[in-house]
């Protein structure tokens, strides 16, 4: 098992969170991880983004090579089409359909969302009206990470026990809401690919 996947978004979407619960369901997999993140201007509405490798055997580079991806994982789909030069040919696109509007010409988002409907193999998701439809706007992270769940090859308890650990000070209530985003997501993709 290998899966190499790259998380794209902007600063305070929920990168960093979507990457450590992948870790930790990683972990109790069993699984090798290896992973960087850059997001030094995040605070300002900044590109955030994360290389997430996870195999059954040791892996030797946080890096992902071009062109190499087997899923882009992106809150923002502007921020998918960004990192579509490292996608392999058959690789997943999975994105929001929700801009985040940080540079005063960003482009038209019918011409984002035509661009993304290009790629071979996508999901494109109204992550936050989802989220916000289960009560909890800021849950949009965790129901694009269950839309990519099909692809990730890992066992769904897994990502839901690590959101259990991921949110365990926060309270019952906002992980068993995350817990289903999680699951609308994954439902959407199985209804949709």
Same mark, same amino acid.
């Given at each position: 098992m290998k899966k190499d996947v790259i998380l794209a978004g902007v600063g305070g979407q929920g990168i960093l969170t979507i990457s450590a619960i992948i870790?930790?369901? /990683?972990?109790?997999?069993?699984l090798f991880? $290896?992973?960087?993140?850059?997001?030094?201007?995040?605070?300002?509405?900044? &590109?955030?983004h994360s290389n997430l490798r996870l195999s059954d055997k040791e892996i030797a580079s946080d890096l992902i090579p071009t062109?190499?991806?087997?899923?882009?994982?992106?809150?923002?789909?502007?921020e998918g089409l960004r990192y +579509?030069?490292?996608? /392999?040919? &058959?690789?997943? +696109?999975?994105t929001s359909t929700e801009p985040f509007i940080?540079?005063?010409?960003?482009?038209?988002?019918? &011409?984002i969302l035509n661009e993304i409907s290009r790629v071979k193999h996508h999901i494109v998701i109204d992550a936050e $009206?989802? /989220? $916000? &439809?289960?009560?909890y706007a800021k849950a949009a992270n965790m129901v694009i990470l269950g839309a990519a769940t099909p692809f990730l090859d890992?066992?769904?308890?897994?990502?839901?026990?690590?959101?259990?650990?991921?949110f365990y000070h926060k309270g019952s209530g906002l992980i068993d809401t995350?817990? +289903?985003?999680?699951?609308?997501? $994954?439902?959407?993709?199985l209804s949709h690919s």
């Amino acid at each position: 098992m290998k899966k190499d996947v790259i998380l794209a978004g902007v600063g305070g979407q929920g990168i960093l969170t979507i990457s450590a619960i992948i870790g930790l369901a /990683a972990v109790r997999s069993g699984l090798f991880l $290896k992973q960087n993140e850059i997001h030094g201007m995040s605070q300002r509405g900044g &590109d955030v983004h994360s290389n997430l490798r996870l195999s059954d055997k040791e892996i030797a580079s946080d890096l992902i090579p071009t062109g190499k991806a087997d899923i882009i994982l992106s809150v923002e789909p502007m921020e998918g089409l960004r990192y +579509l030069p490292m996608l /392999a040919s &058959d690789g997943w +696109l999975i994105t929001s359909t929700e801009p985040f509007i940080n540079i005063p010409n960003y482009p038209p988002i019918e &011409d984002i969302l035509n661009e993304i409907s290009r790629v071979k193999h996508h999901i494109v998701i109204d992550a936050e $009206k989802i /989220a $916000k &439809d289960l009560g909890y706007a800021k849950a949009a992270n965790m129901v694009i990470l269950g839309a990519a769940t099909p692809f990730l090859d890992m066992n769904f308890g897994y990502l839901e026990d690590a959101i259990r650990e991921f949110f365990y000070h926060k309270g019952s209530g906002l992980i068993d809401t995350n817990i +289903l985003a999680l699951k609308a997501g $994954k439902e959407f993709t199985l209804s949709h690919s």
